[in-house]
């Protein structure tokens, strides 16, 4: 008997020719390197950095959600000071009417004293908007009382409004499109916790606002603390000359040692392009007007864009859903702790929102949205029916509590983190800080008119004929997110930049060779 041979490179000979088995192909391709920017210490340098600038926005998420939970000691008339009815509508909305100029400066900090400093301010403000409800009560004054507390609210306003894009921008400039999604993210997820926090906060402690404030005015001291050790982004660094510094910020955030004089191609690569670009974006500000700027089709068709975006949101009742958690739920019939259903929106909100990363990056943008505000209005038009024909829907007792939750969950998964999502992709860099402030000043704007008119609109309306108008609004938004939203995911925001001005959606090689047909530049990038 014969046996066939072995052969020790583990391949087998058919009519002479060596054949690979197939469970070895494949085996012998080229394994892809990650980016500096992806790779474990980078990431976590940015990510850490990113968490470290949004725990000051725990204190956004907060000052909104503060009404929810303190307005029932508030307006309670056997309280030794309390509000009347008009007093407690000014107290929950003149944050939101604060907001648009927290809005509009933001715009004009990001571009003069940074993103690390825009962010610094912000949250020395809020610390002054809750150090000043903390301490309103040592007046024996009703008036001044009064005229204290909702000062505290409108630099709280202030704070919200400034906060909402800084750490956005902030993201977007460290990190490369694979993982700018989840860093951008961080601002809702601060947001979201913020509310959670203040919800639990609600719920144990019900019959003293004023500690409420305390604890938040030490938390907000600490998150202020917080941003100290964070790194100025290298963009705009560069953006104001300061090469040195953006050199030592980029390598931070790449994950390489500060001192290292090693030459690294990858790196002197995406140096040389992020000089360039703000060279670019340096000398096209320095030639253009304010009106050559915003009549720039890379900056107003974003611009009037997102506009209309947060115009859908805030009118569609997310803000009003959030602020009212308790009242609403009461409203609507929910058999159960009115606190503990606002608990149940606070958890559901925070949940969703750390799934909204990996969401947006499988499903894309478009998708994600029009998913979202499809929810919105089905839960929107249930809760108007059960207010309809309470009789037919008595036997679904939890269906108004499932509803408020399931509205919260839809609304995070697009429609309400969307927005502030994109604001920090689609804007020139030139322009970037000014029209991100701007689209939310005017976002905000429309939040305010929300929040004010709930009541009003509730007496006039009734609170079904609210709700059913709030899910058509939400309708309309799965429309104007199909027509008019752009997908961006997995895209530089030098390739979205393109896209505005052009109208097309291009590779970042074909940006760099048609910014050198136009002789915006007289090298060609190296891509990262």
Avoid at 170 to 190: K, V
Avoid at 465 to 470: E, G, H, K, L, S
């Amino acid at each position: 008997m014969s046996s066939a041979p072995f052969s020790d490179d583990k391949t087998t000979l058919k009519n002479d020719e060596q054949v690979t088995p197939i469970l070895c192909q494949g085996l012998n391709k080229p394994r892809r390197t990650k980016p500096l920017g992806e790779r474990s210490k980078a990431v976590w340098r940015q990510e850490f950095m990113v968490f470290l600038g949004n725990v000051g926005v725990l204190g956004a998420g907060m000052a909104v959600a503060l009404p929810s939970v303190t307005l029932d000691q508030l307006t309670n008339a056997n309280e030794s000071f309390h509000l009347t009815i008009e007093e407690a509508s000014w107290f929950s909305s003149i944050n939101t009417m604060a907001c648009p100029l927290g809005g509009l400066l933001v715009g004009y900090l990001l571009d003069r004293v940074g993103r690390k400093n825009t962010i610094l301010g912000t949250h020395i403000t809020g610390v002054l908007g809750w150090a000043l409800l903390a301490s309103c009560t040592m007046y024996s004054d009703r008036t001044t009382i009064l005229i204290q507390m909702l000062l505290a609210r409108f630099l709280s306003g202030v704070m919200i409004g400034l906060c909402l894009s800084p750490v956005g921008v902030y993201s977007a400039e460290i990190g490369l499109p694979r993982i700018r999604g989840r860093l951008i993210l961080g601002t809702s997820i601060g947001i979201a916790a913020g509310i959670l926090f203040m919800y639990i906060l609600g719920y144990f402690i019900r019959n003293n606002w004023q500690l409420i404030a305390i604890i938040s005015t030490v938390f907000q001291i600490i998150s202020t603390l917080c941003v100290l050790p964070m790194p100025e982004t290298p963009s705009w660094l560069m953006q104001k000359g300061h090469l040195e510094k953006a050199r030592r910020s980029l390598k931070y955030f790449r994950g390489l040692n500060m001192n290292d004089i090693a030459y690294c191609e990858e790196f002197e690569n995406e140096f040389n392009q992020i000089k360039r670009s703000s060279e670019i974006s340096r000398n096209t500000a320095q030639t253009e007007s304010l009106l050559q700027v915003v009549c720039a089709p890379e900056v107003y068709k974003p611009l009037l864009i997102m506009i209309g975006f947060f115009g859908v949101q805030q009118c569609s009742g997310i803000v009003v859903v959030v602020v009212f958690a308790v009242q609403i739920a009461t409203a609507a019939g929910v058999s159960t702790d009115p606190f503990l259903c606002a608990v149940m929106v606070g958890v559901a909100r925070i949940i969703t929102t750390l799934f909204m990363s990996s969401l947006f990056e499988r499903w894309g943008r478009r998708p994600a949205g029009m998913f979202s505000a499809s929810g919105m209005t089905v839960c929107m038009l249930l809760l108007a029916l059960s207010g309809w024909y309470p009789k037919a829907f008595a036997r679904v007792s939890v269906l108004p509590a499932v509803c408020i939750v399931m509205h919260i969950i839809f609304s995070t998964m697009g429609l309400l983190t969307l927005p502030f999502f994109m604001i920090s992709e689609v804007f020139p860099q030139r322009f970037r800080g000014t029209a991100s402030g701007l689209a939310v000043s005017l976002g905000l704007l429309a939040s305010f008119a929300v929040v004010k008119l709930y009541p009003s609109m509730v007496i006039v309306m009734g609170t079904a004929y609210v709700f059913a108008f709030y899910g058509c609004i939400s309708l309309v938004g799965v429309a104007y997110i199909y027509f008019l939203i752009p997908e961006t995911r997995g895209r530089t925001l030098l390739e979205i930049e393109e896209y505005f001005r052009t109208g097309r959606m291009v590779s970042l090689d074909q940006v760099l060779e048609q910014n050198l047909e136009r002789g915006e530049c007289k090298e060609l990038f190296i891509k990262t």
